[in-house]
Structure formats: C-alpha cells, structure tokens
C-alpha cells in the first residue's frame, strides 16, 4: 500500500514576509529537494492536494471571534486591537501586521492535518506523510509562535467527532513546547499528550515543566519531557525506551500523529539541541515501531518547523525515512562539530526519573 503524501503549492501563502524566520522557501525548497532524492518517490507515494478548511471546520477548536480577526486582517482589514488574537511574532516585521493572505495558507495546512488523519482512520492508507502540519503554539482565540490555526488539534478533535476514536496518541518533537496543543486536550482523557521539547526555561515558549501533567480527567494524560539545551540522540533514544513505549503500551491508541521538523538539530539557528541526522532517523524508526506494534501502522507524520534552511530539507528527509524504512542519499549535508550522541545523557536520565515519580500514581508502567 501506498502512502498518502500531503502537499499543496498555495502553502507558499503561509509566509510571514522578509526578516521573518517562517517563510515559504521551506515548503518549496523541501518538496523539490525530497522529490529529487527519493528515486521511488511515484512508487512508494500518492500525492493528495488538500483543500483549505471552512469556519465550520476550524471551529472545532477556535472561536468565531478570532476566526473572523484573522480572516478579515489577512484580506488587509485594518484592526486596531489586533494585539488581543496575536502576538508580535506572528507579525510581518515590516509592516507590523498580519501577513496578507496567510489566512488561505493557515486553512491549506489545517486542510492538510485534517485530510491525512481523516485518510488514516478511513483505512484507505496506513500511513500519511502532511507538508506543513503542527501549528502547536495556537490556542482557541490566539496566535502565537508562527501559528495561527491549531491544525494538530482539529484534526484530533475531528476524528473524535467523526470516527469516535477514543485513543489518540499525539506525540509532539518540535524543539519548542506544544503549549497550545498542551491546553487544548489538557483536561482530556482520551488523547495522551507526549511532548519533548528543550526546557522551557532556556527557550520560548516558558511552559512544558515535568509538573504540568493534565488537570480533571486528564490528569496524567499530559506529558512534558524537558530536555537540556544540547541534548544529543542517545537521551532522545532513552525516552522513547523509557517513557513513550510504555505509555503507548499501557494506553493502546487507535492511531498516532507525531509533529515537528528539523528544529532540535544542533544547527538550528533558534534552538538548542543536540540532533544529528541519524537522530531523526531514530524518531523516525521508533514511531513505526510504535504504529506496528500498537496501531496497526496507522499513523499521521507532519513536518513544518526548522529554521536553518540548509538544515531543513535533511532533517524532514530524515524523519520520513526512518518513518517508512526508505533509502534516501542524505550524504550532502555534512554534519560537522557535532554532539556526542551521549550528550546530556545523564541529565536526561534524572529527569525521565523526577517525570516517573509524578506519572506512577495514573500509570502501572512508570511504578
């Protein structure tokens, strides 16, 4: 079987303008690099075209109110509290506003995440592969940290609605904390919650302690691994050993969404860590182990952050061959003064135990 492979031209519109870190070379430059370097790309691949989400579609998770800000502030619309539905950084630090026209390439992704869930647990594919997927800083009624649609969220909250699934993996490893996802399901008991990220008080967004673990019913559904700034591939293996796999186990999901691009290389020029290339190899891997042996395969893959452009195409490469088992030559980058793979080993391992001691009271596999 084939898998679905998620890209739209019209995500060049999600760009937020020169000087900005998100611009849309990535999606571009990506798609051509991967295209040319995965000779088996028409065999392994079917490439779907999404279409951009309605208001109906995003209200799922945003509000009506800042549906229409962003829509009508997108078209040039001038609003003179647009403060109050995003933050500077989801500015186009030229004209100080809302990038025109980022309303169209923020519905494409949502589209894209909603499509590849939707194929997923339709059976149609195992796997989906979604270009542009995993705007986790977006809350219900405001932007934040480049995103202003939560497309990880709808597309949960969909296939709740849609499919009635009840267990939901999302496993987020972009660099930064997920901390709109985070408070959108953090009272959720159906969606187990599983971020790793740089440690929030070294890097944006502040939230993502080993303390926040859910409140109400979702108490210990939400689960935030906090790792040193540097951090290489063993610590990250380490996890996956000692907290992803046996949560997964424990909480038998229906499917798994894993998020986040390139941004924890070591040369990433906005973060911190440690990964090499064969680090995202490895995540790459351990998802679908995960997905073989607890969700039939199924699983939805989306790529979007990364902010060395070099980086970039790599890293995203990276991550879908481990994911799929392909044969990509990645040799044209050269990873040179890197980290040890063992870095911040040891740091990470007394923090995976300071996360068991608080998640053993929800879960028999961290006593």
């Known amino acids: 079987m084939k898998i679905a492979f998620l890209y739209h031209e019209d995500l060049a519109s999600y760009s937020f303008g020169e000087g900005h870190p998100l611009t849309a070379e ?109 705007m986790h800083h977006a809350k219900t009624d405001y932007g934040e940290g480049f995103c202003f649609y939560n497309d990880v969220a709808v597309c949960v909250k969909n296939l709740k609605a849609k499919y009635n699934l009840k267990k939901i993996l999302v496993l987020d490893t972009d660099a930064h904390a997920g901390n709109g996802t985070k408070e959108i399901f953090y009272e959720d008991l159906e969606v187990l919650f599983i971020d790793i990220h740089q440690d929030p008080a070294t890097l944006y967004p502040g939230t993502g302690f080993v303390q926040e673990i859910g409140s109400g019913k979702g108490e210990g559904f939400t689960v935030n691994l906090p790792v040193s700034p540097g951090t290489g591939n063993k610590a990250y293996e380490y996890i996956f050993e000692e907290i992803v796999f046996p949560l997964a186990r424990e ?24 990964l090499t290339l064969e680090g995202f190899k490895m ?12 969700t039939e395969g199924k699983a939805v893959d989306l790529l979007l952050s990364g902010y060395n452009l070099e980086v970039l195409p790599f890293a995203w490469s990276a991550l879908i061959c481990g994911l799929l088992d392909l044969d990509i030559d990645l040799s044209g980058f050269k990873e040179e003064s890197h980290p040890s793979p063992d870095s911040r080993l040891e740091e990470t391992k007394d923090m995976v135990s300071q996360l068991k001691r608080l998640l053993k009271k929800y879960w028999k596999c961290m006593d």
């Open 26 to 134: 990535r999606f571009v430059e990506f798609f051509s690099f991967f295209r040319n370097n995965c000779p088996s790309f028409s065999e392994a691949f079917e490439q779907i075209p999404p279409q951009p989400v309605t208001n109906e579609i995003l209200e799922l998770v945003h509000t009506k109110d800042y549906i229409k800000a962003i829509q009508s502030a997108s078209k040039g619309v001038f609003i003179s509290d647009i403060h109050r539905y995003v933050s500077g950084d989801n500015l186009n630090p030229i004209t100080g506003y809302i990038p025109k026209g980022v309303d169209e390439g923020a519905r494409i992704i949502v589209g894209i995440s909603l499509l590849a869930g939707e194929l997923v647990a339709q059976g149609k594919f195992k796997k989906a592969i979604g270009i542009g997927g995993g």
């Open 283 to 294: 995540i790459g891997h351990e998802v679908s182990a995960l997905a073989k042996e607890l």
């Open 251 to 274: 909480f038998k999901p229906e499917i798994i969404i894993r998020y986040g691009g390139s941004d924890p290389h070591y040369l990433d020029t906005l973060t911190n860590l440690g």
